[in-house]
T-cell receptor, first 113, second 114 residues
């Protein structure tokens, strides 16, 4: 596609349920980032993938959070046993290798009730 | 100390004036610096990047970098109401390639008053 695509755009889930958020990066972009943005706050780094290298998971807030990237393209961020504090907009960005110039998707707004 | 710090604002600037946005970072080895603009309810959009000390100009935007002072700024000349947004400073962390771990500040809210 022309840009980074994220789905779903909105997700309401009950506390304790698992959710999966999807990111489809720009074709040819080897770097993929996940960030979280709470209301009125900046972007919190979660995880970074670069090609076939091991991902940098240093920003994942707890072991309830995990992410994978299949075939160097689509990525899925999974949150298990969701909590109300997980409510935020989850943003995905991709970039060409070596540039760090990230193009963001439209985000997934997650609400845990 | 936060890795990337910005004044949250709001910064109010009259239309046509110069808006000056500032950012400091803690990691002395950082090599790449980015400015993103984020309109309310939208995703961040990259507007400037700078790698070397000094100034970089692109249209009405100028990015300024001073690595010795660990300081990066964004100047917006001839400010327009459409420039009203939150501006996010982003920095890569030392020890990584320029394509890796990019850390964002909390953003400065800019308001251009007609």
């Amino acid at each position: 596609g022309a840009g980074v695509s994220q789905s779903p755009s909105n997700k309401v889930t009950e506390k304790g349920k698992d959710v999966e958020l999807r990111c489809d990066p720009i074709s040819g972009h080897t770097a993929l980032y996940w960030y979280r943005q709470s209301l009125g706050q900046g972007l919190e780094f979660l995880i970074y993938f670069q090609g076939n290298s091991a991902p940098d998971k240093s920003g994942l807030p707890s072991d309830r959070f995990s992410a994978e990237r299949t075939g160097g393209s689509v990525s899925t961020l999974t949150i298990q046993r969701t909590q109300q504090e997980d409510s935020a907009v989850y943003l995905c960005a991709s970039s060409l290798q070596g540039t760090g110039l990230g193009f963001f998707g439209q985000g997934t707004r997650l609400t845990v009730v | 100390q936060k890795e990337v710090e910005q004044n949250s604002g709001p910064l109010s600037v009259p239309e046509g004036a110069i808006a000056s946005l500032n950012c400091t970072y803690s990691d002395r080895g950082s090599q790449s610096f980015f400015w993103y603009r984020q309109y309310s309810g939208k995703s961040p959009e990259l507007i400037m990047f700078i790698y070397s000390n000094g100034d970089k100009e692109d249209g009405r935007f100028t990015a300024q970098l001073n690595k010795a002072s660990q300081y990066v700024s964004l100047l917006i000349r001839d400010s327009q109401p459409s420039d009203s947004a939150t501006y996010l400073c982003a920095v890569n962390l030392a020890g990584y390639s320029s394509a890796s771990k990019i850390i964002f500040g909390s953003g400065t809210r800019l308001s251009i008053r007609p």
